[in-house]
């Protein structure tokens, strides 16, 4: 299945052509979804641990859009991106590692929406576990990228 | 310039940190990392500034600043070594000169805003349209900094003259 993928014409489309639109293109565009992602949780969980405290509650919520819109991104062109090399990624552990990192932390920044900013929140003071959460979101995203990147190396 | 670049790649510190297999990659997750923060506070400032979210007085949406220009440092640092072990890589490369001309322009643009234009940040409350000024301000430093990213990660495909 994933050799059918990873052989399918588009896929070869994307690691055959000359083009710039095809596999840089996809691979800028990930970058370009990071940086909103984890750009918007570092601003996110900045405001949890009380940098820019006079931001308004509300405000922040929108910030958590450009998260779920860089993240939608980033799913699009990750399966891209897999799909081209489909099974040297499957069995790459530090792959995995990345995936679960990821999944942590989107749980974690769902959790920080709902206790940090939900409707119950007024911005005059932040749960404590509101601010560990902050502290484990900067961790994970951080570890993320670096397992991203070591994909290209181990 | 080929003389320096050459001079450059031959020194002792060069070829050491090319010869250390960890520091590239080690290298690259701290730019990664640091382009994070840069764009994530410098992006929510610069969206204020263009008229978002008008209900965040500026001066608070100034606040994540430090944090965005600690992962400015962050990929200054990282940045230079890149230069210092593949001198010839990025010289040559009409991508690397296009991000260092878009990396000056923000700079410029972000001076220009403090010297002449910031002092005006804290007078503007919640809800304030900001001025055109602020916005153009704004909407330049956003794009370059995207300009930046692009032209960095388009690196290795755009402009080497191959």
């Known amino acids: 299945m994933l050799q059918r993928l990873q052989d399918s014409a588009f896929s ?3 690691v055959g052509s000359d083009s710039l639109w095809s596999y840089p293109t996809i691979l800028t565009l990930h970058t370009v979804g ?6 918007a949780a570092f601003v996110i969980d900045l405001r949890v641990l009380g940098i820019g405290r006079d931001v308004p509650v509300q405000q922040m919520r929108k910030v958590f859009g450009f998260f779920w819109t860089g993240f939608a991104v980033n799913l699009a062109s990750g399966l891209v991106l897999f799909a081209v090399d489909a099974v040297h990624k499957a069995g790459q552990p530090v792959f995995l590692v990345k995936l679960t990192l990821i999944a942590v932390a989107i749980v974690i920044t769902a959790r920080i929406r709902r206790i940090a900013f939900g409707t119950a929140a007024d ?20 570890a ?3 397992a991203g990147r070591l994909m290209a190396y181990l | 310039m080929y003389g320096f670049i050459t001079w450059l790649e031959s020194t002792g510190v060069s070829t050491a940190l090319r010869n250390t297999t960890w520091v590239w990659p080690t290298c690259e997750s701290i730019h990664f990392i640091g382009l994070t923060m840069l764009i994530g506070a410098a992006g929510f400032f610069d969206l204020r500034l263009m008229g978002f979210m008008r209900r965040v007085p500026i001066a608070a949406a100034k606040s994540f600043m ?24 990025y010289a040559f490369s009409a991508a690397w000169w296009a991000k260092v001309f878009f990396i000056i322009l923000a700079g410029l643009n972000a001076m220009l805003f403090e010297t002449t234009l910031g002092a005006r940040v804290l007078t503007l409350g919640p809800g304030e349209a900001p001025p055109t000024s602020f916005k153009i301000v704004g909407c330049v430093s956003l794009l370059s900094w995207f300009a930046v990213l692009y032209f960095g990660r388009m690196l290795p495909y755009i402009g080497t003259g191959n």
Do not use: H, K
Request: no cysteine; net charge positive; glycine share 10%.
């Open chain 2, 66 to 89: 430090p944090y965005g220009i600690a992962g400015f440092a962050l990929n200054l640092v990282t940045g230079t070594l890149f230069f210092v072990m593949r001198p010839s890589m």
């Open chain 1, 144 to 146: 993320a990228i670096i």
């Open chain 1, 34 to 39: 990071l940086a909103i992602i984890v750009g």
């Open chain 1, 12 to 14: 070869m489309w994307v």
């Open chain 1, 123 to 142: 911005g005059t003071s932040t749960p404590g576990d509101a601010r560990s959460l902050a502290v484990a979101s900067l961790v994970l995203w951080a």
